[in-house]
């Protein structure tokens, strides 16, 4: 038969192992540090080993003449690259990409048109010029026609006026 004092042995005991068996089973939580999530996989706890938290986000660069955007983090792609963008080859430049500064080819030769009498030689490419203007050659006026160049055709001042004269006693008026 039980006595007071081992009933109460029993209860207690009862008690003690219903607490132990709460406690040693259940331990603390976490609190979760350490690790880094990466655009794949949540990060990993350093204390406890246990996955936390999310996974990252990509961090996408813009994308080049030759590369899609790319994940900095993880080297994942998305879309195509935007290619190059070439604007034409000059006199000074050769032909150069919009985008990256790339350039291809060779820079244009001058192409000089001749000289006129009011334009020195000019690149029919890019307007740069040199030597000098060759100048107007004047003809003459006549009764017909102002002076004119005999190189552009361009004309200036009037034509001769017709003086009529007439000759009396050897004098002319």
Known sequence: MMTKFSKITVVFLFVCAMVFTLCACQPA?????????????????????????EVADHHFLDATCLAPQTCLNCGTTQNEAIGHNWVDATCTAPQTCTNCGTTQGK???????????TTP??????GATQGEELGHDWADATYT??????????????????????THEGLKY
């Not at 939580?29 to 938290?53: L, M, Q, R, S």
């Not at 820079?107 to 009498?117: G, I, N, Q, R, S």
């Open 29 to 53: 939580p976490c609190i979760h540090g350490g690790g880094t999530a990466t655009c794949f996989d949540k990060a990993v706890c350093a204390y406890c080993g246990e996955e936390y938290g």
């Open 107 to 117: 820079a244009l030769p001058h192409d000089f048109l001749d000289a006129t009498c």
């Open 145 to 166: 026609n102002p002076e004119t160049c005999t190189l552009c055709g361009a004309t200036q001042g009037e034509i001769l006026e017709y003086v009529e004269t007439f």
């Open 121 to 126: 030689q000019t690149c029919n490419n890019c």
